[in-house]
Structures are given as structure tokens and as C-alpha cells.
């Protein structure tokens, strides 16, 4: 057990420090591509190194706060660490290795195993970098640090780009699980993802769960990583409202309750079902939920056809006859549902036409792996 936020440390020849005891979360492993082509989206770690999102920019207070609290969750925790809650890479390494052995599953099984081989490399870095920021804490007592404490802080950071380099070839990459004109289609089904992403609302069903409790939640879908996996562009990230991350990859999903405990499904066997229905059909279930909607938002027919575009039903009752009557006919607010059955996973969402084109994207792309 950890009593104190941190303790001195021997990190050079003739140099001792105080080096916090609390867990650190890095980039390692994250780094390269992802910092190049995303440099925009802040990364914020989820649960364990090599799993996380990167923050989108979004006019959203919701998705602001979401993020916010989602920082919060890393903020140290003296209590935390006390009791033994704060991450610990031993811990994690032997439930690793726990469910290394305990799965049938190939794809499973070789997530797992690049997640075993990366840990301790990672756990050197994240050590390295507690180390150097203890290094820094004298330049702040002192003002300046001496020409040796900068060489051990150069000699630090030589050794976590070296594990940095390594670590290229034991993490799990996309690149060589499928060829490159595989994952050029499978970008396109990323890209329509993005603008799903940034629908102003998205909803998941509870209604294949035992819950009666608040049916619908709103979450939020952003690109993320996963065990450390490569890959060229960012990687799909839906979550639910009852605590499952869903990564999608070009061969499988994964639907994951933590970095060790997650499940594997062929992407050519799963179904993907998308319609657009009435937001009368959710609206009052959604509006139990949420109460920083405005009264407007409980409306379910209006005439702002602009707003809406697409996403509007024309109600047949009110069919014109003349043109006045086509000016004056009403229509009815809609949202785009995607329902994927072997997963009991069903969303719906505001931006319909996003969503179409994202499910269209998909379901073409799951038919080329169908055929192959």
C-alpha cells in the first residue's frame, strides 16, 4: 500500500528525487500517426493506457461537459491511491494474462497478447515520465537546473522514444491484418462515421436490456484507440448507456467493458439495420431525460422545413391537392435509427442523413467481405 503522494527515488548517479506515486497518463504508444493527423483532438485516456478518444471540436455544452467529466475521472486521487483504486500496471498485466488464457477466440486472443507484450514497455514510460517531471520540480525550487540534471532529463526522454520505436512492432496494427485496398474502402465507412459523430444528438436504447429505467440516454460517438491497436486513420468509437465502449474495425467489432474484457464479433456477421422513424415515437421518453431542453424541443410537428431538411416526413393525411395546400401542409419531425440485432445495440439519431450514409457505407463495405 501507498501512504505517500511520493517518495524519493535514486534516478541517476549521485541524484535522488521525489517522484510521485501517482499513475500518469501518457501518449505512449499513441503517438505517430494519430499525433500528425489529429493533432486538433485532445486525447483523453479511458480506464488503461492505450485505450481512449480524441476530444472532437464541438459546439456542444453537452459534449463539453461529457469530456470534462471524463478528465476528471484521471485528476489524482490521494484516497484513490490509498486504497489501491488508481490504475496499476502489475494489476493490469496479470488480468491480461488472465484472460489471455481463458480465450478461444483468435482475434481475441491476439488483441490480448499485443496488449500483454506493449504493458511493460508502457510501464517503464509512464515511469520515466513521473521521473522527469520529479527532475523539473528541483528547476522549480531552485530556478534553474544544473547541466547535469538536464543531461539525465535528455538520457529519460532518449529512453521513452526508444521504447517508443520498439513498441511499433509488438502493438496490434490494422495495416497488417488487412491489405491496403481493404482499409481504403473501410476508410470510407470511417469518414461518414465522422459526421455521425457530430450529430447534435444521439440516443441509445435501453430497450433490449431488463430496464425500465430512463429507455432512452443520450451518448456520443468520437475516434478513439484500443489496446494500443494501430491504425492509419482514427477508429470508430460508439459507446452505450450501460457502460459499453464499441470499437469498429475493419474485420470485427469489439464491444468492450474494459481493456481485458471485451467481445469479438465478425463484422461480415453482423446485420445492419437503418430506417428513419417519428421523433413523436421517442420524444417523450427522451424529454423525461434531458431537462435542458427547451419547451420548443417537446413540438413535434412544425413548418420549419429548412431546418430539417431531409429529415421530415410528409403526414399523407394533410396530402395537398393545391399549391396553397402543398404550402401548408404539415410534416413531421423524424430521426434516423440504427439497429445492429446481434449486438442488441440501437441508436438513434438527429442527423438522419448522416446516419443513412453511414449505415449505407457499412453495410456496402460488410458485403465485400461477405463476397471474399
Known sequence: MKLFEKSR?????GLTVRVSNHYCPTLFGIRGHYESSYKSGQYVECGSPGTGFFVRTSSSHSYKNFCNAEKAKLTHSYWDMLRGKEFSFDEEISKANEALRDTNDETKARILEAYVNVLPLAKEAEEGERIIAGIKELGHRRHKLTTYQTHVISSYKSRIARLGHDVRDIQLSIPKLCSEERYN??????????EVASSHRIWHSKDSY???????EQ????????????APLMTPLMRDSVGYYHFLFPDFWVATRSATDFDVY?????TILSREVPYEMIANMVLSSYADLDESSSVHRHRDYEQYGSGLLVN?????????EKENRMRERVVGELYIPELKLRYYVRDV???KKFANALSKYKDTLVEN
Open 9 to 13: 527515488k535514486t534516478v541517476a548517479k
Open 185 to 194: 474502402q473501410f476508410a470510407e465507412v470511417v469518414i461518414a462515421f465522422t
Open 210 to 216: 431488463d430496464t425500465l429505467d430512463n429507455a432512452f
Open 219 to 230: 451518448v456520443y460517438f468520437d475516434l478513439g484507440i484500443f489496446d494500443f491497436i494501430q
Open 266 to 270: 465478425p463484422l461480415k456477421d453482423l
Open 316 to 324: 399523407k393525411d394533410t396530402v395537398a391537392t393545391n399549391e396553397m
Open 353 to 355: 442523413r448522416a446516419l
